[in-house]
């Protein structure tokens, strides 16, 4: 765990080749550290208008070993808590035929809206759900931001509400995660985490090492136009898990391709990130460009996440010092 901050003196000064002096630990549903300095790993989003099963032989064969369930797959329910004792049975035993270990999941995405009453409870049951198939991070989003995106915010008084509504159903579930030893990280998505500094307003606020961020440089480039987002190094102490996605174009062009191919400057990201310490899970999570995710062909997504995979496997190397992917 952090035990002090590094200063962004001290992470821009240590360079690629230099971590930041600190106990960093990714930690397992159960407690225990990860020997691993990183698990790079693939969404089912992509996927997501296929059977999950399909999309497990891609990211296999892509040469992922980590996968990221989505909650949906052919428009129905894939990883939800509603899930029988049979078909999780069935789905533990898909992870392990296609050598692939779930290590990150979203929470609340199927009604858990924490400005509602219900949200909370939706959460903790996602979180049930991660703590039996032992993913120990899971991502979530704060209230949106806009009426209309990307040019008509919510009215003052109606965001500043559903803020510290948002806020009220956090603090309920965050000691649930601190019981379960499950990670929530918190992901930049306009509003609330729209920017480096933004997501550092909301672990100051809400204190635990079971609150973190899961920092997304696509979304920050989509959403907000920034690129490079000049606080992450003041934020990389508070990364514990990474959404790689990639935007190409300005503000609001809706343009994902593969990463490396945008804006994202992933060298320079991962040098901050793994010069503060970064131990944890990451995961690509768009490939799409400009075309209709629902409508590729399940081979063009193969070939895109592989090609992802070609891009990263030794960038990550090279940042971290090590190679595990």
Request: proline share 8%; net charge positive; glycine share 10%.
């Amino acid at each position: 765990m952090v035990r002090r901050n590094a200063t962004r003196r001290e992470i821009l000064a240590g360079g690629a080749g230099a971590a930041v002096t600190m106990a960093w630990s990714a930690v397992t549903p159960g407690g225990g550290e990860s020997k691993e300095p990183y698990q790079l790993g693939c969404q089912t989003l992509p996927y997501r208008a296929y059977p999950l099963r399909r999309a497990l032989e891609g990211i296999q064969k892509a040469g992922y070993r980590f996968v990221h369930p989505f909650h949906t797959h052919e428009g129905k329910p894939a990883f939800t808590p509603d899930m029988t004792a049979a078909q999780r049975a069935e789905l533990k035993r898909m992870f392990r035929d296609h050598g692939l270990t779930p290590h990150m999941a979203f929470i609340g995405l199927a009604g858990g809206d924490l400005t509602t009453e219900k949200g909370p409870t939706v959460w903790k049951k996602d979180l049930d759900l991660f703590r039996e198939f032992e993913i120990g991070t899971c991502v979530g989003v704060g209230p949106w931001y806009f009426k209309k995106f990307p040019d008509q915010p919510r009215p003052a008084d109606e965001w500043a509400a559903a803020c510290e509504a948002w806020y009220k159903g956090l603090e309920q579930v965050v000691p649930y995660a601190e019981q379960l030893g499950i990670t929530i990280t918190l992901k930049p998505h306009t509003g609330i985490t729209a920017t480096a500094a933004a997501c550092l307003k909301i672990v100051r606020r809400v204190v635990s090492e079971r609150l973190k961020i899961c920092w997304d440089a696509g979304n920050v480039s989509y959403y907000e136009g920034v690129r490079p987002d000049p606080d992450l190094p003041a934020l990389a102490p508070h990364v514990r898990a990474v959404c790689i996605k990639d935007h190409r174009g300005p503000r609001a062009n809706p343009d994902f391709p593969v990463p490396g191919e945008g804006n994202v400057d992933h060298e320079a990201m991962f040098k901050i990130l793994f010069g503060a310490g970064f131990r944890g899970p990451l995961s690509v999570e768009r490939v799409d460009g400009t075309m209709n995710a629902m409508q590729m062909e399940a081979e063009l997504i193969d070939r895109r996440i592989a090609q992802a995979h070609a891009f990263l496997a030794p960038l990550l190397k090279k940042c971290s010092g090590r190679s595990t992917v």
